[in-house]
């Protein structure tokens, strides 16, 4: 009799686990899943048609879409942008961040006054800071004539107009919001490493520099790592502040992948074809992420179950 | 260096002949410290210079822009064209300001703030409270495939979200919410998901499990235990994940560009951009617009400040 009892008891405490899971978990999956994941296979369905959004997609064209934005010259541009984004954050930008990191990592009078300013241009939106940008820099505007009256006036470019000149003109806008957030990670990763260690070594004779390189580097290492990483994502995904400030002009000399994505898409009503720049910078995202976590990452993760084994 | 003033310090002492042995003895080491002391104190001075020098130059270069911006808004275009370096505006010009807060551009200022904060609210909420009982199931219960189910989450980060947009409109037109601000507000919320859960699920399986069973026996099911208990206890770390959703959603651009079409829907950002392109002749008042969009953001930060930074570093530094 309690046998009987028994069974339907355990099934019913069996049926509400499951009920909360699902209840649980189930919004969230279905909106990431309608709205993220869909949306992604979709690209890559559309990707295979020539389409304009409007008709019937019934022009199947395979992977012409692919062959023709890997033979046109504005892809390559697109691509070589993010690339040279990347390349320019992770050579000036981020040991930048990790310089101001570690004078800030002191206690000092007006430490919190310098955190608060540096971290600012994080809060405020790419596409306002652009449009105060795009003003500064207009000839003859702020940046200009701040040139010129300290004597650098032979140095002025055509600062957003210049097809040579006008991804470093980006790229040093885009320090100017973002190194503060890197700038942040690596001070709470500099927190993280006993101030003993870095004592003692002195103490053994280790010089400013000695200290950095065998003691702060590999011990920051993680966080820097995760940094970088964070970086390559948002350096790909570029998109807002070059829209604002030159619609991937003169001559599409600024295109990043986002951008000529965009323009196909929608301004050209090439959805198709905009669909395989969204594929190809899917893919190229992915392999970067998947190659990063097998290569740099996973010595991270390595590294701290090893550490709490020992 | 330290070794030459001792040694100064000790032939200075030495000439001090005079001076019986043992109180010449006791006024070198008074001399030697005292000396020692102000090298120090010369030293330490010395490299805090330097750091006050570069970080007062980084943070003028962060601040010109901002201060120019905000004191343009102050001047009239003759002031602004003529000698843009002079910092403080003669006379100060009010109208710039008043015209967009309470003038001629209010209507649309206000009305973009309006649709700013209508999206934000949305997103954030159905971020923040989606994300939580997402985290609770991954956190605080076993059954299988839980790990894939985050994974599939986790994904969601390493990708640029860019990938989706051009399927999204379509979507979006196919369920007859293009044009309307829930149109942006629920995709925006999607692309939140995957970082509010990665911060809060760790912050959920913190919580003891003694509490959790303690519940139970007092007759809390799972749901009673989320509400009444979990909730309340991760308030710090649901503030967290709140304002780094706050701060993604009110400057998003690229979702709002794609999925509004009429000009009564634009939010703040998209508001700036078209503002700028329709006042190109107008610095002044394209400035005092600018300032005032980012004033929200500006105050929210110098309130919020605190707990957006440890969100981002709890949600990067682990990795």
Known sequence: MSAVKAIPRAGSKFRTKWLTIVLFLLPAVFVFALFVLLPVVQAAHYSLYKWNGLQPLDNFVGLKNYQTAFDSSIFKTAISNNVLIIVLSLAIQIPFSLFLATLLNRRFRGRGIFRLIFFLPYVLSEAITGVVFSLMLQPGSLVDSGMKSAGLGGFIQDWLGDPNFVMITLFVIISWKYFGFHMILLLAGLKGIPRELEEAAMIDGAGRLQVFRYITLPLIGPTLRVSIFLSMIGSLQLFDMVWVMTAGGPLNASNTMAIAMFKSGFKNSQLGYGSAFAVILFLFGLALALAYQRFVLRRDIEGAVTAYNG | MTTNETTTVDTAAATVATLSAAARQASTAKRKTKRARFVHFLRLSSTSFTRYVILIIVASAILIPIVYAVLGGFKDNGQLVGDPLSLIPSPWVFSNYTDVMFGANAIVFWREALNSLIIAVVAVGLTVGLASLAAFTFARMVFPGRE?????????????????????LILVRQIGLEGNLLGVALPQAAFGLPLTII?????????????????????????????????PLARPALATVSVLAVVNTWNAFLLPLILLNGADQWTLPLGVMNFSTQYVSDQARILAFTVVAILPAIMFYVVAERQLVSGLTSGAVKG
């Open chain 2, 148 to 168: 894939a189910f985050y994974l599939l989450f986790t994904l969601g980060l390493l990708f640029p979200s860019a990938v989706a947009i051009l399927p999204l």
């Open chain 2, 199 to 231: 911060i809060l699920r760790p912050f959920f399986k913190s919580i003891p499990v003694e509490l959790e069973d303690a519940a139970k026996i007092d007759g809390c099911g799972s749901f009673g235990f989320f509400w009444r208990i979990l909730l």
